[in-house]
Nanobody
Framework: VQLQASGGGLVQAGGSLRLSCAASGFTLGDYAITWFRQAPGKEREGLACTSTSGDSTYYQESVKGRFTISRDNARNTVYLQMNSLEPEDMAVYYC??????????????????????????WGQGTQVTVSS
């Protein structure tokens, strides 16, 4: 049971990438999903999240208007479309599922530090490099 992030790569500033978060071993449509990133020497930060249906989405201020989270439950995949990339976006990107008391949450959680929320099904992440 795992999520696997993919789609990263090297892009010039101002360019775009679309990341995929694919589930294996479970039905992604039953879970809310959050995209995170972590740059060297920095804390992991939540970027975008989606509820199980995709009707509710939230974004960190620094990516609002540039990143779009979407999901295709039929393909068991959540996407992160990233436009107008900046060197500051360079990091390893991950996706994960929020849990509370051992139960996966169906609603969106953006902040990785929310009390009583644990994060599961981390994959290896995908590297995004933005050249200036």
């Amino acid at each position: 049971v795992q999520l696997q992030a993919s789609g990263g790569g090297l892009v010039q500033a101002g360019g775009s990438l679309r990341l995929s978060c694919a589930a294996s071993g479970f039905t992604l449509g039953d879970y809310a999903i959050t995209w995170f990133r972590q740059a060297p020497g920095k804390e992991r930060e939540g970027l975008a999240c989606t509820s199980t249906s995709g009707d509710s989405t939230y974004y960190q201020e620094s990516v609002k208007g540039r990143f779009t989270i979407s999901r295709d439950n039929a393909r068991n995949t959540v996407y992160l479309q990233m436009n107008s990339l900046e060197p500051e976006d360079m990091a390893v990107y991950y996706c994960a599922v929020p849990f509370h008391n051992g139960t996966p949450l169906r609603f969106c959680v953006l902040d990785p530090g929310v009390a009583e929320v644990s994060w599961h099904y981390w994959g290896q992440g995908t590297q995004v490099t933005v050249s200036s």
